[in-house]
Every structure is written in C-alpha cells, then in structure tokens.
C-alpha cells in the first residue's frame, strides 16, 4: 500500500524542471543541433514566456548533464556524444587514414538503412525539407563550388536521418557526420574537384532524393547503397593517384620525399590502445545517455537501431574472423554460460554484453566497434532498460542463452547468413520481450490501484 500511494502522489513540476525538459526533448529530435547557440537570455525567457530566474535554472540543469556548454559568445547546444565519441575516431583517423574504408563501410549499410526509413515515414515536413536540402545542392553545383557542394552535401543527408524519425539513428550518424564536415574522414573537396566526380554524386543524390520524394523504401536504400560505394571507389582512385605521385617525388628527389614521421620506428598507435579497449566509456559522460534515460520511449529506436547493425556485423564477423577472435569469442560465449549456470541476473547481462562486444570487434571494421562501444556502455547503465528486470522474467534467460549460441555458432563456422538471422532475431526477440514487460508493468499498476481504491473513495456498503 505503501507503493501505491508513492504512485497515486501528484507533485507539480517546477518551473525550471519542465524548461530544461523541454530544451532538452528540442535536443533529443534534432530541433536543436550540437553547435547552435541559443538566444540570449533575456529573448529566450520572452520566445518561451517564462521568467529569466527560471530559465537561468533550467539552463543550468541542462549545463550539468552536458547538454549546454556556456562559453564566451554565449550558450550553444553541446556534442551530445561527448568527447569520448569522437576524440578517439580524430586520433585514430589522424595516424592511420586507410580507416576511412571502414567508416564508408559501415556508413554504406547505415545510409541504405536511413534512406529506407526516410521513404517509409517521412511527413510532408520532412519532404520538404529533404527537397529544399536537394535543391541547395543543386545551386551549389551551378555555381562550381566544390566546397559549398560538399557542404550541401552533408545537410542533404543529416535532413535524411532527421526524417528516419529514430533518435539513435539520427545522432549517430549526425556526429559523424559533424565530423565530416570537418574533413576528419577525407578531404571532401578534394574529392569534388576531381573530374567528372561532381556530375556523378549529383545524380546520385537526385535518385535518393527521388526514390524518397515518392516513398519508394527499396529503391532509396538501393540508390543510396550505389552512392556510398561509389564514393568509396573513387576515394579509392584518389589514393592511387596519390602514391604513384609520392613515387615520382620520390624517384626526383629520395632524400626530401621522406618526412620526419616516415620512419620505420615512428609507428602509428594501435587499434587496441586508441580504440578497443576492455574499459567502455562511462555513461554519465555521454550526454546523449541523459537524454535517453529521461525518455524510455526511446528504447525502441535503440533497439531499431541495434537491429540494423546487428545484422550485418554478425555477417561480417563471420566472414572475418581470425583464429584469435574466435578464442575470444569462445572465452565470451563460455562466460555467459557459466553466469547462466550461477542463476545471476545481473552478472549474466554484463557477460551477454561482453559477448556482443566480442562479435562486433571480430568485424575488423574499426568504426562499426567504436559506435557500438559507446552504445553499449549506455546499455550497461541500463540507459535503454532495466536488463536485470528482462533477465528475471520466466523463461526469458534461457531463450536469450540460445539466441546467443545460434549467433555464436554462425560465427565461428563461417555461415555469414545464419550468423546475420541469428542476430537479427534476437534483437527482435529482445523488442517482444521488453514490450511484454512494460505491458505487465502497467497491468500491475492498475492491480495495485484497484486494490487500493479505498484510500480514494468510500467502498459501496455491498462490497466487503
């Protein structure tokens, strides 16, 4: 009874609580963007017919959860990644710039997967604003100018993953995109001004914008597929033409063509100390994660978005997997069954997270581990869900248990597509599973208030 009148209190919000509440939801959709500075305080307290004492507040409720940064010039929206998204990935792609072959791949099967999304659900609204993006670029190429192209460029697709109407989706592949925009990956007007590119990505944005202006789901994916690997080819060339430039340098001019850095004893930092380490990130220094934690209705576009890459990772992990990474697998997979064995909840989530961690490192695609790893360490701060709550429903761990073994097998043997279902229907399965107890969640609070009614109202003289 106790609980239930902890439930049955209503306590109004305070004034600031529902302002930073309602900045921080602008934030979560996209409304407002990492990098955009807010009006000043007194046009922002009119704009949202609040007090200044309030709106101070609540900007600086939303300051300490990392989603504002207040530095001179004013307030701007801050990475909601964080730092330990992308400093690592700048780092790493610094000294070893063959990775963007890893970020194209892994951008190829996400861009197919958005322009799905986007043709599938977008709104009027969001046509709009897909066609307006298309347009721009358009002009941007009228006028040969092979930056503000590339620039148009990137707004055209971040209008793509707003319209998918998925969260994750969209910050994802916004702070990469962010970090595009910076030329983190490859110098993309470099690529622009290369002949004969720039007609050719043009093209292959019309068809993407088309196949979404007209709701055709399989084309947009198939076009923007197309897309992302002819980028890939021809950065590819790009780099071709580069080394066969260096050698000529190099065979007018050997003593200069060597730089400082090329020494064989100036090695660049491994994967495993940049990246892959055992220690995730901690949630509470991914702003994203408090967004996430004060809107559980977005579980389900985490779990969408885990659907997407699950799939194609066990497929790649299965097709790439070395001697090693099947051990470490193997080390993972026993794990979870002991933790099984042991009847522990909690330890049996941290083992099966730990195994899925295992999967996505035997991609051997840097960037499709280093997301994960960051999606991951929110699920281990039960940011998406209560995994221990899962674990305990009947039944539930010993599915889960099997789900594992089937992924595991597919990988291990080298069967890319039952490795691919495997993990397809498990996120599934893991989608049911969580409905079902949010359902039974609720028809336990309304149990609970029903048999409580009497603290409400007084009991008619026939009921006992």
């Known amino acids: 009874m106790e609980e239930l009148a902890a439930k049955g209190r209503i306590r109004p919000a305070k004034l600031a609580e529902a302002i930073a509440k309602h900045l921080e939801t602008l934030i979560l959709e996209g409304s407002l963007r990492s990098g955009d500075r807010l009006l000043a305080e007194r046009d922002l307290a009119q704009r949202l017919d609040v007090s200044r004492p309030s709106l101070r507040e609540a900007l600086d409720l939303l300051e300490r959860r990392g989603l504002l940064d207040t530095r001179r010039g004013g307030t701007y929206v801050a990475p909601v990644l964080g730092n330990s998204f992308s400093q690592p990935l700048v780092s790493l792609l610094e000294s070893r710039p063959e990775l963007t072959s890893d970020y ?3 951008r190829g099967f996400l861009e197919g997967a ?17 066609h307006k993006r298309f347009s721009a670029m358009e002009a941007a190429h009228g006028k040969d100018y092979a930056l503000e ?3 148009t460029d990137a707004y055209f697709h971040l209008s793509i993953y707003e319209a998918t109407h998925n969260v994750m989706m969209l910050h994802v592949m916004g702070s990469l995109s962010d970090m595009l925009r910076e030329d983190v990956f490859y110098n993309r007007e470099r690529l622009y001004t290369r002949k004969g590119v720039r007609p050719l990505l043009l093209e292959q944005h019309r068809a993407v914008h088309d196949a979404i202006m007209r709701s055709d789901p399989e084309a947009a994916r198939a076009a923007a597929e197309a897309h992302i690997n002819f980028t890939r080819s021809a950065l590819q060339e790009i780099e071709k033409a580069d080394s066969r430039l260096e050698r000529s340098l190099y065979r007018i ?5 060597i730089s400082a850095g090329d020494s064989k004893h100036d090695q660049p930092p491994s994967l495993n100390s940049s990246v892959s380490s055992d220690r995730l990130p901690d949630p509470l220094t991914i702003p994203l994660a408090s967004l996430l934690k004060s809107h559980p209705e977005t579980t389900f576009d985490y779990l969408e978005f885990r659907l997407i890459v699950a799939g194609m990772g066990a497929r790649m992990a299965a097709t790439r997997n070395t001697a090693q990474d099947r051990q470490i697998l193997k080390q993972a997979f026993d794990a979870l069954v002991t933790s099984h064995q042991k009847d522990d909840p909690g330890d049996e989530a941290h083992a099966d997270a730990e195994f899925h961690l295992a999967t996505y490192t035997a991609t051997h695609n840097v960037i499709m581990e280093h997301v994960m790893r960051s999606v991951f360490s929110m699920l281990r701060g039960d940011i ?3 995994r221990n709550q899962l674990y305990r429903r009947h039944g539930v761990r010993d599915l889960l248990l099997r789900q594992h073994k089937a992924i595991y097998d597919g990988i291990v043997n ?6 691919c279902v495997a993990a397809e229907k498990h996120i599934l399965y893991t989608r049911e599973a969580l409905q079902e107890s949010r359902l039974a969640e609720q ?7 029903r048999l409580g009614r009497d603290s409400l109202a007084q009991l008619a003289d026939r009921e006992p």
């Open 104 to 106: 194209l791949e892994f």
């Open 114 to 130: 958005a322009a799905y999304f986007a043709a599938l659900r977008s709104s009027d609204i969001d046509r709009e604003l897909i």
């Open 149 to 151: 192209e590339a620039n």
């Open 253 to 257: 001019a050997p003593g200069q063509a």
């Open 384 to 386: 998406f869900y209560d």
């Open 414 to 419: 080298g069967d890319a597509e039952a490795a």
């Open 443 to 449: 028809r336990l609070d309304v149990a609970l208030r």
